[in-house]
Nanobody
Framework: QVNLVESGGGLVQAGGSLRLSCAASVSIFSISTKAWYRQASGNQRELVATITSGGSTTYVDAVKGRFTISRDNAKNTLYLQMNNLKPEDTAVYYC????????????WGQGTQVTVSS
């Protein structure tokens, strides 16, 4: 079992920045593929960014050039640096980890609210 705890959300004006953190309870987190998802009110949860155990990253087009996903394996922590925030980035942001071992379980954090005012 992997427990994930997000932090760093809040209220920010458009154009501002926030850094989200996701702390994991076990070291397997460091060798898992990790991701940030978000869910705006009334919408489905969408994938925002991923990072593999090797450090390869992907981003949804809407955040490319503004968001950066990174991790600190020594601290079992995942980050999402969000710059030039827009009102459409308002959502609950969730940390996700996919275990590399069978049965390839998926773990989720409880979410952190990000609100961007115009």
């Amino acid at each position: 079992q992997v427990n994930l705890v997000e932090s760093g959300g809040g209220l920010v004006q458009a154009g501002g920045s926030l850094r989200l953190s996701c702390a994991a309870s076990v070291s397997i987190f460091s060798i898992s593929t990790k991701a940030w998802y978000r869910q705006a009110s009334g919408n489905q949860r969408e994938l925002v960014a991923t990072i593999t155990s090797g450090g390869s990253t992907t981003y949804v087009d809407a955040v490319k050039g503004r968001f950066t996903i990174s991790r600190d394996n020594a601290k079992n922590t995942l980050y999402l640096q969000m710059n030039n925030l827009k009102p459409e980035d308002t959502a609950v942001y969730y940390c996700n980890a996919l275990s590399p071992y069978y049965p390839y379980s998926e773990f989720w954090g409880q979410g952190t609210q990000v609100t961007v005012s115009s």
